[in-house]
């Protein structure tokens, strides 16, 4: 086999014809790296081969290639792949359930589900042993608005192959259209208690839940799923999106904050979360962890500012400078409104005198008035 597969490689480079035996040896290598899922190297692998110079193996060539065009979805011609496929095997031949399950995949990607579904029967034994043939039957029947029979089996694959979190997603889908959130939710946890070592499953499922509006049940699924993958930061980043969205800024931030000790990255979003709560020295004390940045430093002036501590922010003018945001509109207006609160009048007009933005230039109008009239009575801060 191997001198035949040097033999082809060699008549390629030459660019004489194949010998029959080259060919069905080549057909072999197709089959190899099709299963190995190096669908790239399959292809090219087919499109030396002559099908017309097959002997034997022309069911397993069309059968291939129409794997490769499943794979690339080109569905009608991996359809018709599998279709000359059949035509070109035996009765008994052993590859047949594969063909039939491959045309069933490729007929629900051409919206012919009632033949799909048929093709999948002809796979027999193959169908069952397989999730992927679960999955097909269940995008059919949801094809043809079976959802009953589609949930169904999809449970029923469930139960055969725990570990197929396609399957799990396929039927959380069908709950969420329904309205069935708290099902949804048991079919999630499902993917956590029984499903893949892997979280990304659960996020995926998660993410459904969020986007259907079911947050609490959401919640649910995540603080199951934060026990079982304790190191796992998307997960609490992703409930911490949640949790923005139930309206709860304060526990999205003891979310993220957690994060951010160990990716600093997240600190000026958990910090702005803890502001948005009202939790200005939280924020404040987050944001220390922070990356040193333009973002760090333009947050932790504006905190300050919050928390009338006017002295700390006009400390951060060279910071300010440093990283090219003193000449921002807001920026100026702060320090200006820092140095009218330290009575530093002079200061702050000279300050507010760059200003060009017109919603920030009508606020300076506003706070030279007030600086004028302190100045005046003195009495004012």
Known sequence: MFRSVFLLGL???????????ASESAVDLAGVLVRDAQWGRARSVMEQIQPEELQEDRGRYHMLQ????????????????????????????????????????????????????????????????????????????????????????????????????????????MLLELGAFRQAQEQALGLVLDGPQDSVPTLLAVRRLKDAGALVEAVAVLDAARHRWRGEPRLWILQAAVEVEREHPGMAAKLLQVVAWEDPEYAVEAAELYRQAGLQERALAVNAVALDGAEKVRQRFGLLLELS?????????????????????AVLYGLAYACFKTGRFEEAHTTLDPIQDPDVFRQATALRGAIDRCAQTQQCL
């Open 66 to 173: 129409g794997l490769i065009l499943l794979h690339e979805e080109s569905f009608e011609a991996s359809v018709a792949s599998f279709q000359q496929a059949l035509a070109d095997s035996e009765e008994d031949d052993e590859i047949l359930p594969l063909i039939h399950l491959g045309l069933a995949e490729a007929q629900v990607g051409t919206a012919a589900f009632a033949e799909a579904l048929a093709s999948l029967a002809k796979s027999g034994e193959l169908a069952k042993n397989n999730w992927k043939g679960f999955r097909v039957g269940v995008e059919a029947y949801l094809g043809l608005g079976e959802l009953e029979a589609a949930f169904s089996l999809a449970n029923e694959g469930i139960q055969s192959f725990p570990d197929a979190h396609e399957l799990h997603l396929l039927a959380l889908d």
């Open 11 to 21: 008549g390629l480079v030459l660019g004489v014809p194949q010998a029959s035996a």
């Open 309 to 329: 501590r006017f002295e700390a922010a006009l400390s951060l003018r060279n910071r300010l400078q440093r990283e090219q945001v003193l000449g921002e509109d």
